[in-house]
């Protein structure tokens, strides 16, 4: 099933603003492309630069024996892949879902027949098809699959095989979003407490460069995590932290600001103050966040 790699075939599904870029990534790169969408006006303009229109899902999965998707969600996908034929299929899904989702998947892929390969998109679609974008992918599941079509693959954005354990794309995609979405909540925070006396801009500077230089945290606590000491290397000690977070909250109340975006992270540092653990970092809030696992 390995094509030539600059123009091998393909089908897509979904032509969202990801699914769209992903398309014309691979069409300046030289495949031969077909795509469906379920709303068909957003295939005229790639049917402009040479894509082929199926007028089904079936029609489209037909076409090439590797087929992506790139839809809204995972029943999303069940919907558009109810009607097709996967038998001899190499299947890559992009839609964005959680670890589960991917392993229930990969097992339904190989219920019908198919190959599977989950992945996870770390990029926005300006990003996609644009050389040192800084874009890649995530993939797991079927190395062969990965193997086979790594050309094809890499042709909108560099790509990252993280395991056979089809969840693990999914898995490495969320937990980087996560730690987005908490920097994005600092960033909120900064911002109304500055809202009326600080311009924005000139600010926004401040915190990039602040927030650059306070990233080689996720080291030291990588390292904690892997050796168990969480007191190696820590020069701000959670005792410290503790007492400097109610200066947070204070010039807060003082700015007219809700806490509420920081106040769950401070909590869990003041749990595992009281545990005992003064001489900590923060790597400890680590423990507190794992719900114990069911015995098998």
Same mark, same amino acid.
């Given at each position: 099933?390995?094509?030539?790699?600059?123009?091998?075939? !393909?089908?897509?599904?979904?032509?969202?603003?990801?699914?769209?870029?992903?398309?014309? &990534?691979?069409?300046?790169?030289?495949?031969?492309?077909?795509?469906?969408?379920?709303?068909?006006? +957003? &295939?005229?303009?790639? &049917?402009?630069?040479?894509?082929?229109?199926?007028?089904?899902?079936?029609?489209?999965? *037909?076409?090439?024996?590797?087929?992506?998707?790139?839809?809204?969600?995972?029943?999303?996908? $069940?919907?558009?892949?109810?009607? &097709?034929?996967?038998?001899?299929?190499?299947?890559?899904? !992009?839609? /964005?879902?959680?670890?589960?989702?991917? +392993?229930?998947?990969?097992?339904? *892929?190989?219920?019908?027949?198919?190959? =599977?390969?989950?992945?996870?998109?770390?990029?926005?679609?300006?990003?996609?098809?644009?050389?040192?974008?800084?874009?890649?992918?995530?993939?797991?599941?079927?190395?062969?699959?990965?193997?086979? @079509?790594?050309?094809?693959?890499? *042709?909108?954005?560099?790509?990252?095989?993280?395991?056979?354990?089809?969840?693990?794309?999914a898995l490495?995609?969320?937990?980087?979003?996560?730690?987005? /979405?908490?920097?994005?909540?600092?960033?909120?925070?900064?911002?109304?407490?500055? +809202?009326?006396?600080?311009?924005?801009?000139? =600010?926004?500077?401040?915190?990039?460069?602040?927030?650059?230089?306070?990233?080689?945290?996720?080291?030291?606590?990588?390292?904690?995590?892997?050796?168990? $000491?969480?007191?190696?290397?820590?020069?701000?000690?959670?005792?410290?932290?503790?007492?400097?977070?109610a200066t947070?909250?204070?010039?807060?109340?003082?700015?007219?600001?809700?806490?509420?975006? !920081?106040?769950?992270?401070?909590?869990?540092?003041?749990?595992?103050?009281?545990?005992? @653990?003064?001489?900590?970092?923060?790597?400890?809030?680590?423990d507190l966040? +794992?719900?114990?696992?069911?015995?098998?």
């Open positions: 099933m390995t094509h030539n790699a600059e123009k091998s075939p !393909l089908s897509l599904l979904g032509l969202g603003a990801m699914g769209g870029a992903l398309a014309r &990534a691979w069409l300046a790169a030289g495949h031969p492309l077909t795509v469906w969408n379920r709303t068909a006006g +957003r &295939a005229e303009s790639l &049917a402009r630069e040479g894509a082929h229109v199926a007028a089904t899902a079936a029609e489209a999965v *037909a076409a090439s024996d590797l087929v992506i998707v790139c839809l809204l969600d995972h029943a999303s996908v $069940d919907d558009a892949l109810a009607g &097709a034929d996967l038998s001899g299929k190499d299947l890559v899904d !992009l839609t /964005t879902g959680t670890p589960e989702e991917a +392993r229930a998947r990969a097992r339904w *892929a190989e219920e019908r027949g198919a190959r =599977f390969l989950d992945g996870g998109v770390m990029a926005v679609p300006p990003m996609i098809g644009v050389p040192g974008s800084g874009a890649y992918v995530f993939y797991s599941g079927s190395r062969a699959v990965f193997e086979a @079509h790594a050309g094809t693959l890499a *042709a909108p954005a560099e790509t990252v095989y993280t395991g056979e354990d089809p969840g693990l794309a490495h995609d969320v937990a980087l979003l996560s730690a987005m /979405t908490g920097m994005f909540a600092g960033v909120a925070h900064a911002f109304a407490l500055v +809202r009326e006396e600080i311009l924005p801009k000139g =600010f926004a500077d401040l915190v990039v460069g602040w927030l650059r230089a306070m990233t080689p945290y996720a080291y030291g606590m990588a390292e904690h995590l892997d050796s168990g $000491d969480y007191t190696k290397n820590v020069t701000s000690n959670l005792a410290m932290m503790v007492r400097g977070n947070l909250l204070r010039t807060a109340e003082e700015q007219k600001v809700s806490p509420e975006l !920081l106040t769950p992270f401070m909590t869990l540092m003041e749990r595992r103050l009281a545990d005992g @653990h003064a001489d900590e970092g923060t790597t400890g809030v680590v966040l +794992r719900i114990p696992r069911p015995d098998p």
